[in-house]
């Protein structure tokens, strides 16, 4: 497997509406989406942090499973990086899961920390 980048952080967080604030008047992040729960907001050069509140699923799942922030690292191909991980015998958590732009897996690194890997979803056209 090949990783690309570091493209995005996750970061579940009891404070919030003052991490908000501060990612976007602080760091001067801009918001590319919020909702009630979570935001994620983006670099000048494209990278991007999303945060989620209690309540949030992912901040549920991130609790749950990781002890601060979850690094997603961008490969080509999901599905391949995920039987190298398992073959490799790292502990994969959940499902590959997806959205309109994404797929991802999580997975716990020998350090006990959690990760994810990515790859983009290819324009059918």
């Known amino acids: 497997m090949e990783v690309r980048n570091v493209r995005w952080v996750g970061v579940p967080t009891q404070n919030y509406d003052a991490m908000v604030v501060f990612l976007q008047q602080v760091l001067g992040l801009r918001v590319d989406f919020q909702d009630l729960t979570t935001v994620e907001l983006s670099t000048s ?17 991130f609790t749950e499973n990781a002890v601060g922030p979850v690094p997603l ?3 080509d191909d999901v599905h391949r990086a995920r039987r190298e991980l398992e073959e490799a015998g ?13 797929e991802w897996v999580h997975f716990r690194a020998p350090d006990g920390n959690l990760y994810e890997l990515a790859s983009r979803l290819r324009d059918p056209g």
């Open 45 to 61: 050069e494209g990278d991007e942090i999303q945060i989620m509140a209690p309540g949030d699923p992912y901040y549920d799942f």
């Open 73 to 75: 690292f961008e490969v």
């Open 90 to 102: 790292a502990e994969v958590i959940g499902p590959t899961a997806r959205d309109s732009r994404w």
